[in-house]
C-alpha cells in the first residue's frame, strides 16, 4: 500500500488539465452493454475504478481496450469497448466489494440480456447506501429479483423490460442512471420524476442519445425515456471532472497561490464557484479555463449545506470543510446525502483543526495555522481533504492508505507537485 509524504507550506503556481470525470465515465463504461457495436470513449481519467469496472466487464465476455497507464505518460485514456461478447451477465462479489458503482450494470444486463447476478453492494465507510431504490423502479418496469447468498439474481419478462412512471422518493444519481439505462430499451416510455440532475446523469444521458436513444428532460427533475429496439456503438467524449476541479480549489484556497484550471466544467460547478467566492478565492474565467487566486490572507468562513445537484456537492464536503479550518471564523457544514461523512474530521483534528460536530452538521472554528502529523484516509473525499489540509499544515503530514485517493483520482499528487506542493509517494 501507498502513503503521501508531504511538506507543507508549499505554495501552488502553474497551469494544469482537469481530467475526464470518473463518476460519467463509470455509467458510460457500463452503457457499453447496450450496444450493438463498440463504444469508444475518449477523455477517460486513468484511476481505480474504472480499471475496475474495466475488469469487470472483461470478466462478463466483453472486449476492453485501454491503456491505463500507471504514473508515467500524461493526458486522458481512449477506452474503447465492444460487449457483443458478452457471455457471462454476472458482477460477482470479490469485484463489487471493492466498487459499489459496479451495481450500473444491473440496468443494462436487464435490458440487453434479460438477466443479471450482481453482488448486493455492501455499505462503506460514509454511509449504508442501500440500492433499493434502484430495484423498486426495476421491478415496475417488469423485472423480478431474488436475493440469494449475498447476489440479487434478477431476470426481466419474456418480453423484455416495458416502460413505466418510476419516482424516486430521494434523488439517487446511480439510480437515475441505471433506469434511464434500461428504460432506453424497454417497451414503451418511462418517466423518471425526482430524476437526479447531476451533470454526470446527463452525460450519461447524451451518450445513449449518441447511441440511438430517446431521451428528453436531462439536467431536470423529470426525465423521459422512449424505449427503441436496439442501440449503436458511438464516440464519445467524457465530460470533465467537476470535483478533481472543485477539489484543486480548494487546494489552492489552503495552500495559496496562483493556479489555471484548463478544460474545467464552469457550467456544471456553479455552487461550488459560489461557496468559494464567497469565503474570498478570486476566480476568473476565459473560455474553459479558470483561474484561481488565493487571497494571500485567511478566507473568510462560511456555512455550507450539501444538497443534489444543482446544490452544493456532497462530494466536495471534506474539501471544502478542510478549506474552512484555516479560514477567520466559525463555519457550519451540513452533510445532507450520507449519514455517515465526516470520517475525515478526526483526522483534522490531529493537524490542530477546531472542529465539533452536532449530529449532521461539523462546527468548524478557524485556525491560524495546522501542524503536520500522522494521517490515515478512510475514503475517497476525505483522504482528498486530509491531503489538502496536509499541503497547508506547518511541517510534514504522512497520509496513509492512498489507494482510496487513488481510485478517484487520476494521479492527483502527481497534479499538485507540477504546481509546487512537495509530495512524495511511499511504500509503506
Ligand atoms: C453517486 O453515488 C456518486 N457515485 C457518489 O460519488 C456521490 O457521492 C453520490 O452519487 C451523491 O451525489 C457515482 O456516481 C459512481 P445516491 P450513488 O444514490 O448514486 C440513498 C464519489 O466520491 N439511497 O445519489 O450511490 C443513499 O444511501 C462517490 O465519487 C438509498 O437509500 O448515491 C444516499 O444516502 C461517493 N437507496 C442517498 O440516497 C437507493 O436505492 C444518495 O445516494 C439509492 C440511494
Request: glycine share 12%.
Amino acid at each position: 500500500m501507498d502513503r503521501l509524504a508531504v511538506e507543507g507550506g508549499a505554495p501552488l503556481f502553474g497551469k494544469v488539465r482537469v481530467s475526464g470525470a470518473k463518476n460519467a465515465a463509470l455509467p458510460l463504461m457500463a452503457a457499453s452493454i447496450l450496444a450493438d457495436g463498440p463504444l469508444d470513449l475518449t477523455n477517460v481519467p486513468s484511476l481505480g475504478d474504472l480499471k475496475t469496472m474495466a475488469r469487470l466487464l472483461t470478466l462478463m465476455g466483453g472486449a476492453v481496450r485501454a491503456s491505463f497507464r500507471g504514473d508515467e505518460g500524461a493526458g486522458p485514456e481512449e477506452c474503447l469497448i465492444d460487449m457483443r461478447g458478452l457471455s457471462v451477465p454476472e458482477a460477482r462479489h470479490e469485484l463489487v466489494k471493492t466498487m459499489r458503482a459496479s451495481a450500473l450494470v444491473l440496468g443494462p444486463l436487464l435490458a440487453r440480456h434479460g438477466r443479471a447476478v450482481v453482488s448486493l453492494p455492501g455499505g462503506c465507510a460514509i454511509g449504508v447506501r442501500p440500492i433499493d431504490m434502484h430495484l423498486k423502479a426495476l421491478k415496475e418496469m417488469g423485472a423480478d429479483f431474488d436475493i440469494s447468498g449475498g447476489d440479487i439474481i434478477a431476470r426481466a419478462p419474456a418480453g423484455g423490460l416495458r416502460g413505466a412512471a418510476v419516482n424516486f422518493p430521494t434523488v439517487t444519481v446511480t439510480g437515475t442512471e441505471n433506469v434511464m439505462m434500461a428504460a432506453a430499451l424497454a417497451r414503451g416510455e418511462t418517466v423518471i420524476s425526482n430524476a437526479a440532475r447531476e451533470p454526470e446523469v446527463v452525460d450519461t444521458g447524451r451518450a445513449l442519445c449518441a447511441m440511438g436513444a430517446r431521451i428528453e428532460g436531462l439536467g431536470t427533475g423529470e426525465i423521459a425515456v422512449h424505449g427503441v429496439p436496439s442501440l449503436s456503438g458511438a464516440r464519445y467524449a467524457v465530460m470533465s471532472d467537476r470535483i478533481e476541479a472543485g477539489t484543486l480549489m480548494a487546494a489552492v484556497a489552503l495552500a495559496g497561490g496562483k493556479v489555471t484550471l484548463q478544460g474545467a466544467p464552469l457550467a456544471s460547478m456553479a455552487a461550488v464557484r459560489d461557496k468559494f467566492g464567497e469565503a474570498g478565492l478570486y476566480m476568473s474565467y476565459e473560455g474553459d479555463d479558470l483561474y484561481l487566486e488565493s487571497p494571500g490572507g485567511r478566507l473568510e468562513a462560511v456555512n455550507l449545506v450539501t444538497m443534489p445537484h444543482p446544490g452544493f456537492p456532497t462530494d466536495m464536503q471534506a474539501q471544502f470543510m478542510a478549506a474552512m479550518c484555516l479560514a477567520s471564523g466559525v463555519s457550519i457544514v451540513t452533510e445532507t446525502i450520507f449519514e455517515n461523512r465526516f470520517m475525515h474530521v478526526a483526522e483534522l483534528r490531529r493537524l490542530g483543526a477546531d472542529i465539533t460536530l452536532e449530529g449532521r452538521s461539523a462546527v468548524v472554528k478557524g485556525v491560524r495555522h495546522l501542524s503536520g502529523a500522522p494521517l490515515t484516509a478512510s475514503d475517497l473525499r476525505a483522504s482528498a481533504g486530509l491531503l489538502l489540509a496536509a499541503l497547508a499544515a506547518r511541517g510534514r503530514s504522512v497520509v496513509s492508505r492512498v489507494y482510496h485517493l487513488d481510485r478517484g483520482y487520476d494521479r492527483l499528487d502527481r497534479k499538485l507537485n507540477l504546481l509546487g506542493a512537495r509530495i512524495t509517494r511511499e511504500k509503506e
